[in-house]
């Protein structure tokens, strides 16, 4: 079955480093999509990508963070100078229409 | 603004039969989805509503009633593994363009 893969699993940065999480979707799903989740709080869209493109993006989105599909087939979030509360964990997701898979997700650590 | 509500927590029984609401406030209603999530894990899809009534997939169902901004999932025959955060999600769109708000989860806990 396919499946969204993200890597890497776990970043630990530092306060102020540039961090790149990077996605794979499900290769025929035209839409894609980042999350973030803080512990133990709600699923957060930051951004939702089509027909490469930045097709919608939440409050939260802001000039800190810039996403692309470099290749085709990858899909990153770029987050510049990171801050504490950037601290979560970030899902991509693809879907074609609707239908959301999502990755295991990047469990980020700002320090 | 677009917000979404569910309750915080419910409890049933193996066995029981569950319903978990979700109310919704938004523009460009154009579906309402419905995603488990168990504790350490990604969301998965349940179902999808764009259309008022009940959808059933197996054990599970949801339902969408568009004129009162309110959908439910319904959990049959609960089984442990069950024990889950059940989120409610606003699809909308704007202009041919989506964005997905989620609920602020429902923590189903299921007892022996």
């Known amino acids: 079955e396919p499946e969204v893969t993200q890597t890497p699993s776990h970043q630990v940065t530092q306060m102020g480093q540039e961090v790149i999480l990077r996605c794979v979707p499900i290769?025929?799903?035209?839409?894609f999509y980042w999350y973030r989740q803080i512990l133990g709080q709600k699923v957060e869209f930051l951004v939702s990508?089509?027909?490469?493109?930045?097709?919608?993006k939440s409050e939260i989105f802001d000039d800190q963070f810039s996403v692309e599909r470099p290749d085709g087939s990858n899909f990153t979030l770029k987050i510049r100078s990171t801050k504490l509360e950037d601290s979560a964990m970030y899902f991509c997701?693809?879907?074609?229409?609707?239908?959301?898979?999502f990755g295991p997700g990047t469990r980020l650590t700002v320090t | 603004g677009q917000s979404l509500e569910q309750p915080s927590e419910v409890t049933a029984v193996e066995g029981a039969i569950v319903q978990i609401n979700c109310t919704y406030q938004?523009?460009?209603?154009?579906?309402l989805s419905w995603y488990q999530q168990h504790d350490g894990g990604a969301p998965t899809f349940l179902s999808y509503?764009?259309?008022?009534g009940l959808e059933e997939t197996g054990r599970f169902s949801s339902f969408l009633s568009r004129s009162d901004s309110y959908g439910y999932l319904l959990l049959q025959e609960l089984q442990m593994k069950d024990s889950a955060s059940y989120f409610c999600?606003?699809?909308?769109?704007?202009?041919?363009?989506?964005?997905?708000?989620f609920g602020t989860g429902t923590r189903l806990k299921v007892l022996a």
């Open positions: 509503n764009a259309l008022d």
């Open positions: 290769s025929n799903h035209l839409y």
């Open positions: 938004t523009s460009g209603f154009y579906g």
């Open positions: 999600a606003v699809r909308s769109s704007f202009s041919g363009t989506y964005k997905y708000i």
């Open positions: 990508f089509y027909n490469n493109e930045i097709s919608e």
């Open positions: 997701a693809s879907s074609y229409p609707y239908e959301q898979y």
